[in-house]
Structure formats: structure tokens, C-alpha cells
């Protein structure tokens, strides 16, 4: 009778912890249940929040004129087969991939190609002059101060016995002994000499058959149901990836004090070019590409030359390259680039949203130029008359003595720029660049 108690006992337990489970089952897929409707829900809404965000970004009325859909240049514009068709968002993509191809082309071309022409022309891989071992100076260097005042010259000149002027030089020589040697900016320069001056002269030769090139109304005939060509996509999608291969060089190349500053200024430029690309304002965009690339490598040509120390090559080369840039920048482009964005597109399509802020950003873009001449025949005014120019902040070696002047030919003043060769929006150099590299 016990054992039998025990065994219907057990079969008891068993049939109720068999219950339990099954009701634990039970209640664990009421609350999965639950929780996929929940899931579900915060899905519904994500996406209903994300299909908001696009309806907002990609409204029609803000990006292209009226009676004009996206869906009307979804299509081909060409008979079937023939490849053709209009600029659509997802081509921008296809940047990274080609940004990522052109810093590893800069790597390989600065490695193989740049550094032995450097070599070949007498610049040596040296920095400037490193200062003395000193582990009292070291120490104050690195945990208190790169730039000490009177007060801690004094007591480093009394614990040390040395002259002030003599620890002064010392710490000079510390700052600029970290600072990148000659060759790498030549280097550097080299690249964008080579890029610039290939891209300018595939830019003119693309031109040079355009109709538009010719006859900017061209620009604005039939908005925006303008065919995109290979050759066209090529050129934009191709400034395009250069100005993102910036971005990523940016935290390899020379470090500048305005690092944040071309920071934001890749950004705009990539806007730009961005913005212009996806409502097929193309046409017009590569007119101000061209026309912005025309001197920059003109400026480069002539950092080449003053690193190199060939002077009068070097002057020749800054000559054309002021004469070039005030040109294009308050000549042609005021007359020919904004009188077709005003006027002709006014006349031929009429204004809207975008339209405005397209034009904004150019007129902007003009005010900059303006600024940005002044400063440069002011500074190449200073360098003629007095044969000298003051320092700039953003210089990255100092000079070697306390009582040097910087002096230099009508050039070597104006032209030693930032060797980032960043501060661009569609190519300008910015007026920040203009500073002695010495």
C-alpha cells in the first residue's frame, strides 16, 4: 500500500508538473505573442516614420519645377536598349567605392612616383634641425608647455646655466622637429598637381564637344529631361569621389590648425556636387567644376617649383596662377556662370525651391571669390614692395632664429600654401592658405 501510495503519488506530481509546463508553454507563446505584436508595431511605426522622413526629403515641389514628378524621370529618355537615362540618387553611391580607389592610387603614386622625383631633384627625406637632448626641457615640453613664457625661461635658464635665448632656440627646434619634412609635402604636392591638372584637361576636352560649353541656354533647354551621358557621369562621379578621397586623406595628410574648418568645407563641397547631381543640374555644374579647377594646379605647379627651390619657375608659375584665378573667378564666372543660373534659367524655366538655394549657394561662392582675390594680390603687393611677409598662424615650420626676417621673392611670400591643398569648395583655395612654409 505505500509503495502503491508513493507511485500514484508520483503519477499525481508528474500529470501536475506536465500541467504547469504546459501552461508555462502556453503563457510563453501568449507572451511572444505579445512581444512580436509589440516588435511588429515598433516596426509599422519605424517605417512609417522613415517613409515620412523620404516624402518630406524628396518632395517634388522643393527639387524640381512644377508639373515635374521623380517618376517621370524614372523612365529612359532614349529608345529602349539605348542605355541612356536621367541622374538618380543611388549613382552617388558608386563615390565610395572610387574614393577609396583613388586614396589607395595616392598611396601607391606618392610611394613610387613622387618621392623618387623628389629625390631625383635634390630634397632630401630630412625634417628640420632636431633640437638637443635635454631631459629638463623634454619633460617641460611634453607636461607643461610647447611655448614657455619669460618667467620659466628664467628659472630653466638659472637651473640649467644656460643663455635664455639658447633654450628659446632649443624649444623652437623641439616644435618644428615634428613638423613633416620637404619631401612629403612635395609629395603631396605632386598628387594634386597630377590629379588637378588630368581632371582640368579631361573636363575641357568633355566640354569642348558639349553644346552647352558653347551656348549655356543649352544648360536650361528641355529641364530636367536631359539625358546623362557616360561621359558626363564619369566626369561628375568622378569629382565627386576626389572630394570624399580629401575627406579620408585629410586625417593622414599634413595636420593644420583649420582641420576642422576643411573639414566642414569637404562637406559643403561634397553637397554641392551632390545636390547639383540629383536634380540634373549637371550641365551648369560642370561649367563651375572646369572653371574652378582651371589654376589649381597651376598653384600647385608652383609649390613644386619653390620646394624644389627653382625660384624663377616658381614665380612664373604664381604669376599665371594670380592672373588665372582673378580671370576665371571675377570674370568669367560672374558672367558666365551666374548670368546663366539668374537669368537664363529664369527666363527658360522659371524658379523654385531649389533653384533658389542653388543659385544662393553660387552668389555665396562669388562673395568668396571676391574676398579671396583681394587677399591674394594684397599679399603678393606686400611681397614685391617690401620683399617680406608676415608669418601665419597656420604655418608648420617656424623660422630657425629669433632675429630672422622672413624674406622672399615677389612669389616664395604669397605662394607657400597649406599643403592640404584643402580649403576648396569646387577647387578655390581659401584665403587662410596664403602662408609662409619655410
Known amino acids: 500500500m505505500r509503495i502503491g501510495w508513493r507511485g500514484g503519488g508520483g503519477g499525481a506530481g508528474a500529470a501536475v508538473a506536465a500541467w504547469a509546463a504546459a501552461a508555462g508553454r502556453e503563457g510563453d507563446r501568449e507572451r511572444e505573442g505579445e512581444g512580436g505584436r509589440e516588435s511588429g508595431r ?28 521623380w517618376a517621370d524621370l524614372a523612365g529612359e529618355p532614349g529608345p529602349p536598349g539605348s542605355g541612356l537615362q536621367y541622374p538618380r540618387a543611388g549613382h552617388v553611391l558608386s563615390a565610395f567605392p572610387l574614393a577609396l580607389g583613388i586614396f589607395a592610387v595616392r ?6 612616383i613622387a618621392k623618387p622625383c623628389a629625390i631625383s631633384l635634390g630634397i632630401q627625406d630630412s625634417g628640420p634641425h632636431r633640437a638637443q637632448p635635454n631631459a629638463v626641457l623634454e619633460k617641460v615640453f611634453t607636461a607643461i ?48 598637381f597630377t590629379f588637378y591638372f588630368s581632371i582640368f584637361f579631361y573636363g575641357i576636352r568633355f566640354l569642348w564637344t558639349a553644346p552647352w560649353f558653347w551656348d549655356t541656354r543649352q544648360c536650361w533647354y528641355n529641364y530636367p529631361f536631359q539625358p546623362l551621358t557616360s561621359r558626363l557621369y564619369y566626369y561628375y562621379i568622378l569629382e565627386l569621389a576626389f572630394y570624399w578621397s580629401l575627406m579620408f586623406s585629410q586625417f593622414t595628410d599634413i595636420k593644420r590648425k583649420d582641420f576642422l574648418i576643411m573639414f566642414v568645407h569637404h562637406l559643403a563641397t561634397i553637397g554641392l556636387i551632390t545636390f547639383s547631381y540629383m536634380n540634373n ?7 563651375v567644376l572646369c572653371l574652378h579647377d582651371a589654376s589649381d594646379f597651376l598653384l600647385e605647379a608652383a609649390k613644386l617649383a619653390n620646394y624644389a627651390k627653382y625660384q624663377r619657375l616658381c614665380d ?34 522659371g524658379p523654385y525651391p531649389s533653384w533658389w538655394l542653388f543659385n544662393g549657394l553660387l552668389v555665396t561662392l562669388q562673395v568668396l571669390h571676391i574676398i579671396w582675390s583681394y587677399l591674394i594680390v594684397r599679399t603678393a603687393y606686400k611681397a614685391l614692395v617690401r620683399g617680406k611677409v608676415s608669418k601665419d598662424d597656420r604655418s608648420d615650420v617656424e623660422s630657425s632664429s629669433e632675429e630672422e626676417d622672413v624674406t622672399c621673392s615677389s612669389t616664395k611670400a604669397a605662394l607657400s600654401a597649406s599643403s ?9 583655395v581659401a584665403a587662410a592658405q596664403w602662408t609662409e612654409e619655410q
Open 42 to 69: 515598433r516596426r509599422k511605426m519605424a517605417a512609417a516614420a522613415a517613409a515620412a522622413l523620404r516624402a518630406w526629403f524628396w518632395n517634388e515641389r522643393f527639387w524640381l519645377p512644377h508639373n515635374v514628378t
Open 145 to 192: 608647455t610647447k611655448s614657455p613664457d619669460g618667467r620659466r625661461l628664467e628659472g630653466l635658464s638659472k637651473q640649467l646655466d644656460w643663455d635664455m635665448r639658447k633654450i628659446q632656440r632649443w624649444f623652437r627646434h623641439r616644435r618644428n622637429q615634428d613638423k613633416p619634412s620637404t619631401l612629403r609635402k612635395f609629395c603631396e604636392s605632386m598628387w594634386r
Open 316 to 349: 612664373a608659375f604664381f604669376m599665371l596662377f594670380g592672373v588665372v584665378f582673378i580671370v576665371t573667378r571675377l570674370g568669367i564666372y560672374p558672367f558666365w556662370i551666374l548670368n546663366t543660373t539668374l537669368f537664363e534659367s529664369w527666363e527658360l524655366i
Open 420 to 428: 592640404n591643398g584643402s580649403n576648396r569648395i569646387n577647387g578655390h
Open 281 to 287: 543640374m549637371v550641365r551648369v555644374g560642370t561649367l
Open 107 to 112: 598611396l601607391l603614386f606618392e610611394r613610387f
